[in-house]
């Protein structure tokens, strides 16, 4: 052949086969996103289980996709599987959520000591924007139940605050601590009493603005301590 001459035009049956993997993998990433996010909302309550049947029919989707989301979600800890039972929400205890609160504290107190550390001016910027837009934000919604803008811009928070650590590790860790935690926190929301979250958000970046790394690892290290202890108290007998 001249090696001059073009490639031919790939044809089109490989140009599918390309394409069929490439919908799959999309398909089992649009259910896990979907899931993962029910599950931190509490739309699936603890131990209730998951019926491929019931998911196939939701999605409108073979199985393939749903058993690969499930177990994407089961690696990181969002459901569990029983032998011949199938797959069910994760169980919620005491034990758990006072494990998370420590690893955040231990996590995140480290991200936030490098993000001083390493202050920069974008780090800055993206922290008081973070807020700024948190502060928009009504708690609640109209109907007096959770707000989902709320809930979208409090983690984007929390990653701006950790987000100059310059460790995608950090950073995803911090960010699947949180989602964990925060499910517990979606679980007893509605038993919750209100407290000025605002003004903690505001004392720990004024601290993070003012270089004071201690002050800032103690502020948030309360901050999280008061939302464990605000869902303890509301956490069932016998959990």
């Known amino acids: 052949m001249d090696q001059s001459e073009p490639l031919a035009p790939e044809p089109a049956a490989a140009a599918d086969a390309k394409a069929v993997p490439d919908k799959a993998n999309s398909l089992t990433r649009s259910v896990y996103q979907q899931l993962r996010a029910d599950l931190v909302a509490g739309v699936y309550r603890p131990g209730e289980k998951l019926r491929a049947e019931d998911l196939r029919k939701r999605f409108d989707i073979g199985s ?13 800890g969002f459901v569990v599987l029983e ?10 205890s005491v034990e758990e959520l006072e494990e998370l609160v420590r690893a955040r ?10 993000s001083i550390g390493r202050y920069d001016t974008e780090w800055e910027e993206g922290l008081v924007l ?24 409090h983690r984007a928070f929390h990653m701006a605050l950790v987000g100059g650590c310059g460790s995608r590790w950090l950073t995803r860790i911090s960010a699947q601590l949180f989602d964990t ?10 038993e919750l009493s209100p407290r000025n979250e605002l003004d903690e958000h505001k004392t720990i970046t004024q601290a993070c603005l003012e270089h004071d790394a201690d002050a800032a690892v103690r502020l948030l290290e309360a901050h999280y301590a ?3 202890r605000t869902i303890l108290a509301h956490f069932p007998r016998g959990s």
Not at 83 to 92: D, I, L, S, T
Not at 181 to 190: D, I, K, N, P
Request: aromatic share 4%; net charge positive; with cysteine.
């Open 105 to 114: 504290c231990l996590i995140d107190g480290a991200a936030v000591r490098e």
């Open 181 to 190: 935690a925060e499910r517990y926190r979606l679980l007893a929301a509605s």
């Open 83 to 92: 032998e011949q039972k199938g797959f069910r929400v994760a169980p919620v």
């Open 226 to 228: 008061s939302t464990c």
């Open 64 to 76: 393939s996709p749903i058993r690969e989301a499930l177990n994407r979600l089961l690696a990181e």
């Open 130 to 153: 973070a807020l700024h837009r948190l502060s928009r934000i009504a708690r609640r919604g109209s109907d007096g139940g959770d707000n989902p803008e709320w809930e979208r811009v």
